[in-house]
């Protein structure tokens, strides 16, 4: 996995449940929430940052970060 991409959980004002975020180096790419229930995770993507016209990532990249972040937000709901 590219080690420029992390995850970091939150407790945002605009859900009422944790969510974690998706960052790649110092940018926020996409908000995983479970406001509708751990089965129906939804994710908010983001526009990249001004100078950039789109996120390019390695495609394997992504989605192992993106899993990895569905299945630490399932965990902590098993606390």
């Known amino acids: 996995m590219d ?3 992390k ?3 939150c407790s945002d004002l605009d859900y009422e449940e944790m969510v974690v975020d998706v960052c790649w180096k110092s940018n926020t790419i996409a908000t995983i929430n479970q406001e509708k229930g751990i089965r129906n995770i939804e994710i908010k993507i983001f526009s990249p940052p ?3 016209s789109s996120w390019n990532f390695p495609l394997n990249d992504l989605l192992e ?3 990895f972040a ?3 937000l399932e965990l902590s709901q098993q606390d």
Do not use: A, V
């Open 3 to 5: 080690n420029d991409f």
């Open 7 to 9: 995850i970091r959980f």
């Open 50 to 52: 001004e100078g950039l």
């Open 65 to 67: 970060i993106l899993m």
């Open 70 to 72: 569905k299945k630490n």
